[in-house]
């Protein structure tokens, strides 16, 4: 049974989270303040947690890179409209994905599935991807398609990599590049923006239109597998 850290201030919401969770029988631990949250997440080892970003004693933000600084665990953002710049903050401090409130139950149950099973993957350390009817073998650095060999360039291989260890997981662009090209190029996102170009037109059946290499507007990218051929 997954244990889920659910950190809230807000009753109302905290309660409806814990009614889904619950449903779905996960195990809910509740904090209502950064404090709390810290407290909960060191004697409980939650499997995920869910982050309320504005908190009566501090930012959700905070939260997150103290929770990383020590482990691995999914963190999901829980934000309100009014903190949408804060998205990107939350992602570059090292949470997984972010659910806009109101958010609806199907959704927020998916997302937290997503979550746990990527949990799993990573342990794993899955070297090969299913991206439609190419497959790409970041171990071997090997890809092909219907057509036979596909060639990836080092850089793209790099980049895909990088997208891969957050699979399913939104990616900021500076996070790409300060993983693939350092962070004394953080400045400069040309270099990423022609690499996911040319991977889109490799990998993708349409470019135009991407299936698996997805962009988040304004935040970054994400990776997107097709479950069933895994
Ligand atoms: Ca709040």
């Known amino acids: 049974m997954h244990q889920v850290l659910v950190i809230e201030d807000e009753p109302a919401i905290r309660n409806v989270l814990k009614v889904l969770l619950e449903a ?8 209502d303040s950064a404090l709390r949250a810290e407290i909960e997440s060191r004697s409980h080892k939650p499997d995920l947690l ?17 929770v990383r600084a020590w482990s691995p665990v999914p963190i999901i953002v829980l934000s309100a409209r009014a903190q949408e710049e804060q998205k990107i903050a ?31 993957r990573g342990a794993e350390q899955t070297g090969a ?14 890809a092909s398609g219907p057509d036979g060999e596909v060639h990836l360039t080092p850089l793209e291989y790099r980049v895909l990599e990088c997208l891969a260890r957050h699979l399913g997981a939104i990616v900021t662009q500076q996070q790409v590049i300060r993983e693939v090209w350092g ?48």
């Open 24 to 31: 779905e029988h996960y195990r809910v631990i509740e904090a």
């Open 50 to 66: 869910l982050v309320d970003l504005g908190l009566p004693d501090g930012s959700g933000l905070t939260i997150i890179r103290r």
């Open 90 to 120: 939350a992602l570059d401090a090292g949470a997984d994905d972010y659910i806009t409130k109101p958010f609806s139950a199907p959704e927020l149950l998916a997302r937290v599935r997503a979550a746990l099973r990527r949990n799993v």
């Open 129 to 142: 991807l299913a991206l439609g009817r190419i497959r790409v073998d970041l171990s071997k650095r090997a």
């Open 183 to 230: 962070p004394e190029r953080l400045g400069d996102s040309r270099g990423l923006r022609v690499c996911i170009m040319n991977l889109r037109t490799k990998i993708e059946a349409d470019p135009r239109k991407p299936a698996y290499l997805l962009t988040e507007a304004g935040l970054g990218y994400r990776l997107r597998v097709d479950e069933t051929e895994r």
